[in-house]
């Protein structure tokens, strides 16, 4: 059974602060690594993919991926309130597999 | 671009009833996913169509079921409605493998009562 964890949170935060979401998978022939945010009440919207080790910047946001330690991380720089929801970590194999999803961590960004 | 859309957005409906969602994914995609998601289990693997095929299924009972048309369409047919089935059910698409990533429509929220 492919396993996708997340810490549940919620995480707490203060404005301006770093926001670091962890997530652990158990497939060690996952290509895929995807992080998803979703507002209460919305669908999941896709703000980070990684597939390669190291890290990866977009804007205030960076994902990290260590396939060794089956370990990937999303960061959120100088976070902001509009930044509280909860964040989905996916993960896809190669090929026609489906996308499997962690229960996400909420993260609450105090003003 | 129009993005996936997902009709009706929201449902009520009587145990024992049936009910059928549909899902228009993004123009060009033409792989279909569907997920139900439920505050205590997440978002949960229903099954995936490709080019009118089912590629993918996931642990849910036969009273599931889908299907993809020519255009790409997909609907899902939820049989016998149980109390448990209330739930936020999401469709997603991708191009083809999905190695890009999948955009999800607005979902259709039922209730079984």
């Known amino acids: 059974q492919k396993e996708v964890e997340q810490n549940s949170g919620p995480l707490s935060v203060p404005e301006g602060a770093i926001a670091s979401l962890n997530c652990t998978y158990s497939d060690r022939v996952s290509q895929s690594f995807f992080w998803y945010r979703q507002y209460s009440g919305k669908s999941p919207e896709l703000i980070m993919s990684?597939?390669?080790?190291g890290d990866k910047e977009d804007g205030r946001f960076t994902a990290q991926l260590n396939k060794a330690s089956q370990y990937v991380s999303l960061l959120i720089r100088d976070s902001q309130p509009s930044d509280s929801a909860t964040y989905l970590c996916?993960?896809?194999?190669?090929?026609?597999?489906?996308?499997?999803f962690g229960k996400g961590t909420r993260l609450s960004v105090i003003a | 671009k129009a993005g996936v859309t997902q009709t009706p957005r929201y449902l009520i409906k009587t145990r024992g009833q049936q009910v059928t969602l549909s899902c228009s994914p993004i123009s060009g995609h033409r792989s279909v996913s569907w997920y139900q998601q439920t505050p205590g289990q997440g978002l949960q693997f229903l099954f995936e169509?490709?080019?009118?095929?089912?590629?993918n299924k996931g642990n849910f009972p036969g009273r599931f079921s889908g299907r993809q048309f020519s255009n790409s369409r997909s609907e899902m047919n939820v049989s016998t409605l149980e109390l448990g089935d209330s739930a936020l059910y999401l469709c997603?698409?991708?191009?083809?493998?999905?190695?890009?990533?999948?955009?999800f429509g607005s979902g259709t929220r039922l209730t079984v009562v």
């Open positions: 169509y490709f080019s009118e095929t089912q590629r």
């Open positions: 996916a993960v896809k194999n190669s090929g026609n597999t489906p996308l499997v």
């Open positions: 997603a698409s991708s191009l083809g493998a999905g190695v890009d990533g999948y955009t």
């Open positions: 990684i597939y390669s080790n």
